[in-house]
Nanobody, 127 residues
Framework: QVHLAESGGGSVQAGGSLRLSCTASGYTSSDYCMGWFRQAPGKEREGVASIYLGTRGTYYVDSVKGRFTISQDNAKRTLYLQMNNLKPEDTAMYYC????????????????????WGQGTQVTVSS
């Protein structure tokens, strides 16, 4: 059974950077789509970025393109989200998620039915 645990959240000023980490355990296949989601108070959960482990192809929602980078270190079994030039609107609880799926394209997006979730880590960006 796959387990996910996030870390790295915190409070920063606008324009600052944070790197979120998600340690994954229990998977033995590259047929996984892994992603980062966020949910701000009173708003729906939003897919931020995703990566298909089989191809390393990545996907980003438009609002974070050029600022966020998703990556995965297979040796460390860790998923990362490097967030640069943070804005107050990036404030949210960030969740790591995964779904086992065979993707026949270059990447997976955040619309897949992710069914494995971490507990979340808070990111707060002040202006």
């Amino acid at each position: 059974q796959v387990h996910l645990a996030e870390s790295g959240g915190g409070s920063v000023q606008a324009g600052g950077s944070l790197r979120l980490s998600c340690t994954a355990s229990g998977y033995t296949s590259s047929d996984y789509c892994m992603g980062w989601f966020r949910q701000a108070p009173g708003k729906e959960r939003e897919g931020v970025a995703s990566i298909y482990l089989g191809t390393r192809g990545t996907y980003y929602v438009d609002s974070v393109k050029g600022r966020f980078t998703i990556s995965q270190d297979n040796a460390k079994r860790t998923l990362y989200l490097q967030m640069n030039n943070l804005k107050p609107e990036d404030t949210a609880m960030y969740y790591c998620a995964a779904v086992r799926v065979r993707v026949y394209g270059p990447y997976c997006d955040t619309n897949y039915h992710f069914n494995i979730w971490g507990q979340g880590t808070q990111v707060t960006v002040s202006s």
